[in-house]
């Protein structure tokens, strides 16, 4: 794991909306011009694809972490600094979450959802020591935060704080960078 390299989740979904791409870009770019490397599931499209070419685009390192089944599917972005190859999706996920020092959820689906959910539950069981940002683009995560906040007062999550000890809600890609720089500021 690198201080300066952050894990990014989120949609590869060609069809996703424009403010969502544009916000994934944005995180690209800013993360890069910031000395951060970005670290994301290898895709093309969508979300995924956007925060590749910000990052490059910003000059910074964009690494990612791709099943074998999706490379023969023709899914890997071929324009990664560093694709590293693995043999499942469970592997993936871990290799995603060791390769960064903190994570941001930008809109997604029931893969980044699942991502997202596994992380928590590894910051939940003190398995996961680094801030998660959920990216809370134009209220995406509305229904999601609610129903978190939901399961925490029906006592089935074991916290001190929400959101804090599990998870930082952000509402730009810039506040979202701050947060995870202002944690991780004792080891630059």
Not at 92 to 106: S, T
Not at 147 to 157: A, G, V, Y
């Amino acid at each position: 794991m690198n201080n300066k390299q952050v894990t990014v989740y989120c949609a590869s979904s060609p069809d996703a909306p424009k403010e969502f791409i544009d916000a994934a870009y944005e995180l690209g770019l800013l993360a890069a011009r910031r000395g951060w490397a970005t670290v994301t599931g290898a895709g093309t499209l969508g979300l995924m694809g956007a925060v590749v070419g910000g990052t490059l685009d910003g000059g910074g390192r964009a690494i990612g972490v791709i099943p074998q089944f999706m490379v023969d599917r023709g899914w890997a972005n071929p324009l990664m600094t560093t694709l590293e190859v693995v043999d499942s999706m469970a592997e993936r996920k871990q290799r995603l979450a060791d390769l960064g020092c903190g994570a941001i959820a930008l809109p997604g689906g029931i893969g980044t959802l699942d991502e997202l959910m596994d992380l928590l539950t590894r910051c939940q069981l003190g398995l996961y020591k680094h801030p998660v940002v959920i990216l809370n683009v134009n209220g995406f995560y509305d229904n999601l935060l609610a129903h978190l906040r939901h399961t925490d007062q029906c006592s089935m999550m074991r916290h001190l704080d929400l959101p804090g000890d599990l998870w930082r809600v952000a509402t730009t890609p810039a506040e979202a960078l701050d947060i995870i720089a202002s944690e991780n500021a004792h080891t630059d």
